[in-house]
């Protein structure tokens, strides 16, 4: 079975620092991934997707990622973080090649920006 | 967004109750799926529907059932709950082919 591993679970910057959140999966074929945060007492919003094509994709607010196929990752960064990307940020990944069962998650990341 | 309403938005039963979630969308999408988060855990599949009436197990899909009666609807019942049921409920529909999901706002349940 697919699975997905998020290496940090909780994370703490101060404002303007800059972020790399770590993702890998496991499945070796065809993978469509993506970012998903979650905002405090809201719900999961698409961050960013990667289906092909350039391995580094830009999504809302300033945040990127990158797809590294030879590693099996997929890992999500930010150059200069703001107090407001406080939240928790889901990576997961979509076997392209299987049925209709959804999305497979990591556990997520909460990540805390201090002022 | 997908027009996603979830209902309750919040309850508090007592263990052996039935409980009945129920997800409503008006984008006529094809595919609809029930989370639960749980620190530490991210969000767990419990059971997904492809179609009207056609419905499959997730990931964590003992103590849950659904029913999708019309292309609106998907509700998901807890027989019996127990306090292990006791966690945030996402609903997710898929309409776009592209398995970009989109979420409903939640639905926080808690068996005491």
């Known amino acids: 079975a697919q699975s997905v591993s998020q290496h940090n679970h909780h994370v703490i910057l101060s404002e303007a620092a800059s972020l790399e959140l770590g993702c890998n999966y496991s499945?070796?074929?065809?993978?469509?991934l993506f970012w998903y945060v979650q905002y405090p007492g809201q719900h999961l919003q698409l961050l960013l997707k990667?289906?092909?094509?350039?391995?580094l994709v830009k999504g809302i607010k300033g945040f990127e990622a990158e797809f590294i196929k030879s590693k099996f990752s997929f890992n999500l960064r930010k150059p200069s973080v703001q107090w407001s990307d406080t939240a928790e940020y889901f990576c997961?990944?979509?076997?392209?090649?299987?049925?209709?069962?959804?999305?497979?998650f990591g556990k997520g990341t909460h990540l805390i920006i201090q002022p | 967004d997908a027009g996603i309403t979830q209902s309750p938005r919040h309850k508090v039963t007592e263990t052996g109750t039935p409980v009945t979630l129920r997800c409503h969308q008006t984008?006529?999408?094809?595919?609809m799926y029930w989370y639960r988060q749980d620190p530490g855990h991210g969000l767990r599949l419990i059971h997904y529907?492809?179609?009207?009436?056609?419905?499959d197990k997730g990931e964590v899909s003992d103590g849950y059932s659904v029913s999708r009666s019309k292309t609106e609807d998907f509700l998901l019942t807890l027989e019996s709950a127990t306090s292990s049921q006791t966690s945030v409920y996402f609903c997710?529909?898929?309409?776009?082919?592209?398995?970009?999901?989109?979420f409903g706002a939640g639905s926080r349940l808690t068996v005491l």
């Open positions: 997961a990944a979509f076997n392209s090649g299987g049925g209709a069962d959804g999305l497979t």
């Open positions: 499945y070796g074929g065809t993978v469509n």
């Open positions: 990667y289906f092909s094509g350039d391995p």
């Open positions: 984008e006529n999408h094809r595919y």
């Open positions: 529907s492809y179609g009207v009436k056609d419905t």
């Open positions: 997710a529909t898929e309409g776009s082919g592209a398995n970009v999901l989109t």
